[in-house]
C-alpha cells in the first residue's frame, strides 16, 4: 500500500508541474542571499515594476497595496490594462489579476527561505475559454521573459543600500 501510494504521489506530482509548464500556466523561480523582505519590498513597489520587468513601460497602483487594490499598465507591447490585486499573504505571496477577452490572466507571487537563501517565485496563469489561445499569443513571450525579469529582481535585492 506505501509504495502505491509513494507511485501515486509522484505520478501526480509530475502531472502538476508539467501543467505548470505550458504556455497558459508556468513558473520560474529563483534564489538570493537577500533576505525576504527585499524581495517583498520590490514586488509591492508598483511604480517601478518597469525597473526589473522589462516587458512594462509603466506601472501605477491607485490604492495602498492590498487585496482589491486596482492599477494599471502599459505594457511595450499592447494596449494599456488594469488589474486587480486579488489575494495577499503579507511578506509571503500575492496574486494579481487582469482581463483578457474570455479569460483572466493571473499572476501569482510568493517567496519562503530554504537552507538560508530567500527563494521567490513568479508564477503565470491563463483562464478561461480561451486560455490556449492567450498562452500562445502572449504566454509564450511571458514565459521567455521570466528567468532575466527575476535575475533583475535578484541583482536590485542584492544591491549595497
Same mark, same amino acid.
Given at each position: 500500500?506505501?509504495?502505491?501510494?509513494?507511485?501515486?504521489?509522484?505520478?501526480?506530482?509530475?502531472?502538476?508541474?508539467?501543467?505548470?509548464?505550458?504556455?497558459?500556466?508556468?513558473?520560474?523561480?529563483?534564489?538570493?542571499?537577500?533576505?525576504?523582505?527585499?524581495?517583498?519590498?520590490?514586488?509591492?513597489? =508598483?511604480?517601478?515594476?518597469?525597473?526589473?520587468? +522589462? $516587458? !512594462?513601460?509603466?506601472?501605477?497602483?491607485?490604492?495602498?497595496? &492590498?487585496?482589491?487594490?486596482?492599477?494599471?499598465?502599459?505594457?511595450?507591447?499592447?494596449?494599456?490594462?488594469?488589474?486587480?490585486?486579488?489575494?495577499?499573504?503579507?511578506?509571503?505571496?500575492?496574486?494579481?489579476?487582469?482581463?483578457?477577452?474570455?479569460?483572466?490572466?493571473?499572476?501569482?507571487?510568493?517567496?519562503?527561505?530554504?537552507?538560508?537563501?530567500? =527563494?521567490?517565485?513568479?508564477?503565470?496563469?491563463? +483562464? $478561461? !475559454?480561451?486560455?490556449?489561445?492567450?498562452?500562445?499569443?502572449? &504566454?509564450?513571450?511571458?514565459?521567455?521573459?521570466?528567468?532575466?525579469?527575476?535575475?533583475?529582481?535578484?541583482?536590485?535585492?542584492?544591491?549595497?543600500?
Amino acid at each position: 500500500m506505501t509504495k502505491f501510494l509513494l507511485l501515486l504521489t509522484t505520478i501526480l506530482l509530475a502531472l502538476n508541474l508539467s501543467a505548470q509548464q505550458t504556455n497558459f500556466h508556468f513558473s520560474h523561480s529563483d534564489k538570493t542571499e537577500a533576505p525576504p523582505e527585499e524581495i517583498w519590498k520590490i514586488w509591492t513597489d =508598483v511604480p517601478n515594476w518597469k525597473d526589473w520587468d +522589462t $516587458g !512594462l513601460q509603466s506601472t501605477e497602483l491607485q490604492d495602498p497595496f &492590498g487585496v482589491g487594490a486596482k492599477g494599471k499598465l502599459i505594457p511595450n507591447k499592447g494596449p494599456k490594462t488594469k488589474f486587480m490585486i486579488t489575494a495577499v499573504n503579507p511578506g509571503v505571496s500575492y496574486t494579481f489579476q487582469t482581463n483578457v477577452p474570455f479569460g483572466k490572466l493571473l499572476v501569482h507571487r510568493y517567496l519562503e527561505v530554504q537552507n538560508g537563501l530567500t =527563494v521567490f517565485t513568479h508564477e503565470v496563469e491563463f +483562464t $478561461g !475559454l480561451l486560455r490556449k489561445f492567450w498562452g500562445r499569443q502572449l &504566454g509564450e513571450n511571458y514565459r521567455t521573459m521570466l528567468p532575466s525579469v527575476l535575475a533583475n529582481i535578484k541583482a536590485i535585492a542584492e544591491q549595497d543600500p
